[in-house]
Each structure stands twice: as structure tokens, then as C-alpha cells.
């Protein structure tokens, strides 16, 4: 309702007052027409271009994702305007309303330049995890990005921004609870600020794990939960389709000669997990959909035993799905496994709203789902559908690169290469006198010429050149001190990562990356379809907005007008 219609209605109001309060009815529910936001939950899900619920429609029932776009307002054109299209990146982005060259998490990994070694995003020593039982087994880490980790420890203290949690608690005298889980350590995280506590999925044992510095021991809830070991009833059992086959869009898509089998997973349904032996089976676990299923089942626990949504403050919940993104890295965008993954999704998300309205109200709570990132489709999907085009292999680029510095002097110029970004050795420059400006330029020239490479632009020059959309979405991307010294970007729909890590990678800069929902429900929320473009940077400032806060002290984005109307 506009405030010039509440205005016109003012006087027949006042005129009811009197035959209302005879009747019992308290003048504050006309007064207050909002229901009070008591809970603030934050959904998303990993990986979820902003096609696939389209999509996927026939498949989903009407409690999960259609109730959110029935009842609340969806935006069908939402993009991410940095260029490396990353989980922490997209993560932090929601969570502060701020770009990465502002929140400063430019990527999965990146050079710690004192150091002089890789690292990973979130990794501190300072932070260990805290253990959940006496011995525990290394599960088998399969995420890229988690093997370069130097330390098991893991915090936020790398943000360089505050998310909306962090303002809530500021906001609220510290009353308001915040809360991050997920499958994922970085997606929980980074959502929980540096003042929330997280909680995320352990590949070693299945458990929920937290660090040092969040807690000094863990809750007595979160013990219990752990103690009942949910993830190792799934050892020797099945993966399979849980809908007539029928059923499904892409059930011709299951069995493709470049799909991944995952330590005996399979390519097909039904995938085998592991027994209880086989470390592998709590990684598995995370690549199929039972990992969203206990992340919702834990969420659940949490609500109860930590009191949210009862106080008299807003608390704040962030569950972070990394399923379907799982699968995807694995078997996809366009597979069976994604499919199935999204469906079950959508069932165990209805569960949750059910859960959430029984213990909350969910007229008392403000929703917001999105994703970190889109997700493209494989080279080889995309060449069998007509359209050619294939992988650039990394070591390649690397050998172009070397050989343009050498053709100037510089023996072997790179230090490393993690997509997106070339990291040159400054020393070896400095050694032999020359201008890193000017090797720069050459290398990223002789890179760019490489097939399946859109653009190689030096970062040092990036403020000097003219703002294409790609020029700005890099620029976006740039941390003075933790991007590298060349941004590398492929052309759409080519594959540009470690050859056998993974069969597809997002992180590219095109729309189908980009490209994520944003779908708002709560308290004055229209139900109503908006097509004109927004960016996930404007969630926080709307989240902050609809409280009556001051934006996250970093954030760039803008409140959306329909969240606060
Ligand atoms: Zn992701």
C-alpha cells in the first residue's frame, strides 16, 4: 500500500476507533499494518542460475521455490557485476552489498604476496577447527580450492567489509542472534560475519563443524546432533531418482563419457555411496543432494535450540545449499544430477518453510534467496548442441606467457597461475631491469592471441583503459593486494581450469554465470515479477533497508524499492 493511500484512509479509521476498542480489537493492529520481522533468512543456493527454476518449473511442487515466487517478489533479471564468479566472491558480495575489489574476497584462492604461496580464502591459523570426536579420518577433499589450504583453521577475519549481520547486531545493542551454516566452510562464513557464528559440513566425518573462533567448545545441541552421526547411515546405500523417469527434462542426460565418477560414485543413477570405511563416502555425500538434506535437518536444530526468531530483536539465519553447485562441478549444469538435485531441493525446502512457520511465523519473517554464482554449461554439452568450442589448457597459457617474458629477458616470468589471475615474478623483473608495465602488456597480449581466451588485460593498467562491460566487471574484481598481475578471462562457454579437477567451472564473467534470482517474501512484500536488471550487491542494503537500518558501512548496492514499499 502507497503512504498516500494510508493517508486517504486515516480518517475512516479514526472515525472506526471507537466501535473497535468496544469490540476488543487493539488500535495498534490497524496503526501497525506489518506484522514485526522477527527472523531474517537468508537462502542460497549454490550455483543456481537464474534460469534453472524456469526451467525445472513442471518438476516442482507448489511449497519450495513456487511458494516463494508466488507469494513474494522475484527478480528475473539479477547479474553479478564482478568478473570471477566465484563462491567466496558471490558469497561476500550478498552478505556485505559491497564488490570484491571493496570486500576484498577476489576469488577462491589467491597469492598471499608475503608469504609468496597461494592460499585459501578463508584458511587461518589462528582459528582451528574445533574437534568433534577423539579420532577422526582426512576425508578426501576434492574442492581445488580447499587442497591449496595451508591450515585446517578458518575465519572471516579476511573480509574486509562488514556484512548485514554484523550491522543487525551493532543495530539491535547486540540482542539479534546471527547465524551461518552451510555444506561449505567459506559459504558459511562468509554470510555470518565477523560477528555471527558459522557453522559448515565436514568432509572428514560428516559432522558440523565450527572454529576457535567462533566457540571455545561446542554447543551441547550441536553435540547431539553430531553424536547421532546422520551421514554415516548413508554408507553402502543409493543415490537414486526419486520421480518416475519420466518425469524428468533431462533424463537423457545421465551417462556421458565426460562426467566425472567420483572414487566409484559412478556417472549414472543410481550412484553408490561408500561404506562406512571408505573415507570417500562423506565427500560423496556433498556431491549428491543428501548433503542439503542434513544442512536443512541441522538448520532446523539450530532454530530451536538457539531461540530464533523469539526475542524481541530480529535474529538472522543464513543456510547456504551447496548441492546443486556440487553436482554441477561434477556431472554438469545441464545433467540429470543437477535436475534431480534442484527437486529434491525444492522438497526439502518446503519442508523447511513449514518448519520455519511452525516455530517463527513465517509472516514474521523476512526471506530472501539468491545464489553466489550462475553456472555455464560443459564445452563438450555446448559442442554436441552445435556450438564448438572446447578447454584451454592451463599449463599452455602458462608456456605462452613464459615465452613472451623471455623474448623481453625475464626467464620463466610466471610465479603462478590460479585461474583468474597470472601471478609474474616482480623479483626476476626488478633483476633485469624492466619495466613490469611494459612486460605486463606484453605477456597479457601474447595470452589474449591464445584460442578460447577472451580477453588477458594487466591489472596495473586496468584504471587507463576504456570501460567495456568486461573492463568494469574486472575492475570490480580488483584488490590492489590480493588480485594478480593479469586478469585472464575465457571466451563463453570455454573451460578454463586445472585439466581433471573438475569437469565444469563456473567463474567466468559471462550472463549464464552472472546470472542468479533474487526472490524477496515477508511482511509488505508484493507477489509481483520484476524484469528490470538489479545485482545481488543491492541485498544487503534492501535486508538492512526493511529493518529501517543504514546500509552495510561498505555496500555499493541500493535498496531495492520494491522490498520497501
Ligand atoms: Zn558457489
Same mark, same amino acid.
Not at 557464528?197 to 553435540?223: C, H, I, L, M, R
Not at 524481541?312 to 543464513?318: A, I, K, M, R, T
Given at each position: 500500500?502507497?503512504?498516500?493511500?494510508?493517508?486517504?484512509? $486515516?480518517?475512516?479509521?479514526?472515525?472506526?476507533?471507537?466501535?473497535?476498542?468496544?469490540?476488543?480489537?487493539?488500535?495498534?493492529?490497524?496503526?501497525?499494518?506489518?506484522?514485526?520481522?522477527?527472523?531474517?533468512?537468508?537462502?542460497?543456493?549454490?550455483?543456481? $542460475?537464474?534460469?534453472?527454476?524456469?526451467?525445472?518449473?513442471?518438476?516442482?511442487?507448489?511449497?519450495?521455490?513456487?511458494?516463494?515466487?508466488?507469494?513474494?517478489?522475484?527478480?528475473?533479471?539479477?547479474?553479478?557485476?564482478?568478473?570471477?564468479?566465484?563462491?567466496?566472491?558471490?558469497?561476500?558480495?550478498?552478505?556485505?552489498?559491497?564488490?570484491?575489489?571493496?570486500?576484498?574476497?577476489?576469488?577462491?584462492?589467491?597469492?598471499?604476496?608475503?608469504?609468496?604461496?597461494?592460499?585459501?580464502?578463508?584458511?587461518?591459523?589462528?582459528?582451528?577447527?574445533?574437534?568433534?570426536?577423539?579420532?577422526?579420518?582426512?576425508?578426501?577433499?576434492?574442492?581445488?580450492?580447499?587442497?591449496?589450504?595451508?591450515?585446517?583453521?578458518?575465519?572471516?577475519?579476511?573480509?574486509?567489509?562488514?556484512?548485514?549481520?554484523?550491522?543487525?547486531?551493532?543495530?539491535?545493542?547486540?540482542?539479534?542472534?546471527?547465524?551461518?551454516?552451510?555444506?561449505?566452510?567459506?559459504?558459511?562464513?562468509?554470510?555470518?560475519?565477523?560477528?555471527?557464528?558459522?557453522?559448515?559440513?565436514?568432509?572428514?566425518?560428516?559432522?558440523?563443524?565450527?572454529?576457535?573462533?567462533?566457540?571455545?567448545?561446542?554447543?551441547?545441541?550441536?553435540?547431539?546432533?553430531?553424536?547421532?552421526?546422520?551421514?554415516?547411515?548413508?554408507?553402502?546405500?543409493?543415490?537414486?531418482?526419486?520421480?518416475?523417469?519420466?518425469?524428468?527434462?533431462?533424463?537423457?542426460?545421465?551417462?556421458?563419457?565426460?562426467?566425472?565418477?567420483?572414487?566409484?560414485?559412478?556417472?549414472?543413477?543410481?550412484?553408490?555411496?561408500?561404506?562406512?570405511?571408505?573415507?570417500?563416502?562423506?565427500?560423496?555425500?556433498?556431491?549428491?543432494?543428501?548433503?542439503?538434506?542434513?544442512?536443512?535437518?541441522?538448520?532446523?536444530?539450530?532454530?530451536?535450540?538457539?531461540?530464533?526468531?523469539?526475542?524481541?530483536?530480529?535474529?538472522?539465519?543464513?543456510?547456504?545449499?551447496?548441492?546443486?553447485?556440487?553436482?554441477?562441478?561434477?556431472?554438469?549444469?545441464?545433467?540429470?544430477?543437477?535436475?534431480?538435485?534442484?527437486?529434491?531441493?525444492?522438497?526439502?525446502?518446503?519442508?523447511?518453510?513449514?518448519?520455519?512457520?511452525?516455530?517463527?511465523?513465517?509472516?514474521?519473517?523476512?526471506?530472501?534467496?539468491?545464489?553466489?554464482?550462475?553456472?555455464?554449461?560443459?564445452?563438450?554439452?555446448?559442442?554436441?548442441?552445435?556450438?564448438?568450442?572446447?578447454?584451454?589448457?592451463?599449463?599452455?597459457?602458462?608456456?605462452?606467457?613464459?615465452?613472451?617474458?623471455?623474448?623481453?629477458?625475464?626467464?620463466?616470468?610466471?610465479?603462478?597461475?590460479?585461474?583468474?589471475?597470472?601471478?609474474?615474478?616482480?623479483?626476476?623483473?626488478?633483476?633485469?631491469?624492466?619495466?613490469?608495465?611494459?612486460?605486463?602488456?606484453?605477456?597479457?597480449?601474447?595470452?589474449?592471441?591464445?584460442?578460447?581466451?577472451?580477453?588477458?588485460?594487466?591489472?596495473?593498467?586496468?584504471?587507463?583503459?576504456?570501460?567495456?562491460?568486461?573492463?568494469?566487471?574486472?575492475?570490480?574484481?580488483?584488490?590492489?593486494?590480493?588480485?594478480?598481475?593479469?586478469?585472464?578471462?575465457?571466451?563463453?562457454?570455454?573451460?578454463?581450469?586445472?585439466?581433471?579437477?573438475?569437469?565444469?567451472?563456473?567463474?567466468?564473467?559471462?550472463?549464464?554465470?552472472?546470472?542468479?534470482?533474487?526472490?524477496?517474501?515477508?511482511?509488505?512484500?508484493?507477489?509481483?515479477?520484476?524484469?528490470?536488471?538489479?545485482?545481488?550487491?543491492?541485498?544487503?542494503?534492501?535486508?538492512?533497508?526493511?529493518?529501517?537500518?543504514?546500509?552495510?558501512?561498505?555496500?555499493?548496492?541500493?535498496?531495492?524499492?520494491?522490498?520497501?514499499?
Amino acid at each position: 500500500m502507497h503512504s498516500s493511500e494510508v493517508n486517504s484512509m $486515516r480518517p475512516y479509521v479514526v472515525g472506526c476507533m471507537l466501535s473497535l476498542s468496544v469490540l476488543g480489537i487493539s488500535a495498534n493492529l490497524l496503526a501497525d499494518e506489518k506484522p514485526q520481522i522477527r527472523l531474517v533468512l537468508q537462502i542460497t543456493v549454490d550455483g543456481l $542460475r537464474g534460469d534453472l527454476l524456469n526451467r525445472y518449473q513442471a518438476g516442482l511442487g507448489k511449497d519450495g521455490f513456487q511458494y516463494l515466487m508466488k507469494k513474494g517478489t522475484t527478480y528475473t533479471n539479477a547479474h553479478y557485476q564482478h568478473a570471477n564468479t566465484e563462491t567466496i566472491v558471490g558469497h561476500a558480495t550478498l552478505a556485505t552489498g559491497a564488490n570484491p575489489s571493496q570486500h576484498g574476497l577476489i576469488g577462491n584462492v589467491w597469492f598471499d604476496r608475503e608469504a609468496k604461496e597461494l592460499s585459501y580464502n578463508i584458511e587461518d591459523p589462528d582459528a582451528p577447527i574445533l574437534p568433534t570426536r577423539e579420532e577422526s579420518t582426512e576425508g578426501d577433499q576434492v574442492d581445488p580450492a580447499q587442497k591449496l589450504a595451508r591450515t585446517k583453521g578458518r575465519s572471516p577475519v579476511v573480509m574486509l567489509a562488514p556484512t548485514f549481520g554484523d550491522g543487525l547486531v551493532a543495530y539491535n545493542g547486540g540482542r539479534s542472534k546471527v547465524f551461518g551454516v552451510s555444506s561449505k566452510d567459506r559459504s558459511a562464513v562468509a554470510m555470518a560475519g565477523q560477528v555471527g557464528k558459522a557453522f559448515w559440513y565436514s568432509t572428514d566425518n560428516g559432522d558440523f563443524v565450527t572454529s576457535k573462533y567462533y566457540y571455545d567448545e561446542y554447543p551441547e545441541w550441536v553435540q547431539a546432533w553430531n553424536a547421532e552421526r546422520k551421514a554415516e547411515k548413508y554408507a553402502g546405500t543409493k543415490w537414486e531418482l526419486s520421480a518416475p523417469e519420466s518425469s524428468y527434462l533431462l533424463i537423457e542426460q545421465d551417462d556421458r563419457p565426460y562426467e566425472m565418477d567420483l572414487k566409484g560414485f559412478g556417472r549414472t543413477f543410481p550412484h553408490s555411496f561408500g561404506d562406512g570405511d571408505n573415507k570417500a563416502l562423506y565427500t560423496q555425500i556433498l556431491f549428491s543432494s543428501v548433503g542439503d538434506e542434513l544442512l536443512a535437518d541441522f538448520a532446523k536444530e539450530l532454530i530451536v535450540n538457539e531461540k530464533l526468531g523469539k526475542g524481541v530483536f530480529p535474529d538472522y539465519l543464513s543456510v547456504s545449499f551447496s548441492g546443486v553447485d556440487a553436482v554441477s562441478h561434477f556431472f554438469g549444469t545441464s545433467s540429470l544430477e543437477n535436475e534431480e538435485t534442484v527437486r529434491v531441493l525444492d522438497n526439502t525446502l518446503a519442508d523447511f518453510l513449514k518448519f520455519v512457520d511452525k516455530k517463527v511465523g513465517l509472516k514474521h519473517t523476512l526471506i530472501v534467496l539468491s545464489a553466489d554464482h550462475g553456472n555455464p554449461d560443459m564445452p563438450e554439452y555446448m559442442t554436441e548442441q552445435g556450438y564448438t568450442v572446447g578447454r584451454v589448457d592451463p599449463e599452455e597459457l602458462v608456456a605462452v606467457a613464459n615465452k613472451a617474458g623471455d623474448e623481453l629477458g625475464v626467464n620463466e616470468v610466471v610465479r603462478f597461475f590460479y585461474r583468474p589471475y597470472l601471478y609474474l615474478d616482480e623479483e626476476k623483473i626488478a633483476a633485469a631491469g624492466l619495466d613490469p608495465v611494459k612486460i605486463e602488456a606484453r605477456v597479457a597480449e601474447a595470452v589474449t592471441e591464445m584460442e578460447g581466451i577472451e580477453i588477458a588485460v594487466s591489472t596495473k593498467q586496468l584504471a587507463a583503459q576504456e570501460g567495456t562491460l568486461l573492463l568494469e566487471q574486472i575492475r570490480r574484481n580488483h584488490h590492489p593486494i590480493r588480485s594478480g598481475d593479469i586478469y585472464v578471462a575465457q571466451s563463453p562457454y570455454w573451460f578454463l581450469f586445472d585439466e581433471g579437477a573438475i569437469a565444469n567451472m563456473h567463474g567466468s564473467p559471462w550472463r549464464y554465470d552472472t546470472h542468479v534470482p533474487i526472490i524477496f517474501v515477508g511482511p509488505g512484500i508484493e507477489a509481483q515479477k520484476v524484469h528490470r536488471q538489479v545485482h545481488p550487491v543491492d541485498v544487503a542494503p534492501s535486508l538492512a533497508a526493511a529493518l529501517g537500518m543504514s546500509p552495510p558501512a561498505a555496500a555499493q548496492g541500493q535498496p531495492l524499492k520494491e522490498v520497501l514499499e
